[in-house]
């Protein structure tokens, strides 16, 4: 095993020592918990085997490693999470509007009935 990749590794099981962390001071859902421990022990896959996955890239016709597969990979997921955070954002301003305005005109009509 290849230095970066030990170091990989150990990088990882940091991670995973945190989400554990974070998973036992409730302050992730069992949901979360599970999606991250998947994601995590699927890099961790990915580093100890990056030799066969270097054949499987090859096999298939194309030109880069695997370690560039998996970072175009990675890159492509981190895209993806990133425009659905700023669609849950999105969201969550549009209900602070919607709960501010509401408290907004509640408040409107309670201070015109007291006149």
Do not use: P
């Not at 918990?33 to 990056?50: D, G, R």
Request: net charge positive; glycine share 2%; hydrophobic share 55%.
């Amino acid at each position: 095993m290849l230095t970066q990749q030990i170091i990989a590794l150990a990088v990882i099981v940091f991670f995973l020592a945190r989400l554990w962390r974070q998973k036992k001071d409730a302050k992730i859902s069992i949901n979360e918990f599970f999606i991250w421990l998947s994601l995590w022990l699927s890099i961790a896959v990915a580093v100890v085997f990056l030799k066969k996955i270097d054949f499987v890239v090859r096999a298939l016709g194309f030109s880069s490693s695997g370690l560039g597969v998996l970072q175009y990979s990675a890159i492509i997921i981190i895209l993806y999470l990133i425009f659905k955070l700023r669609i849950r954002l999105r969201k969550i301003e549009n209900d602070i509007t919607n709960i501010v305005r509401h408290l907004s005109l509640n408040e409107k009509n309670e201070n015109s009935d007291h006149k």
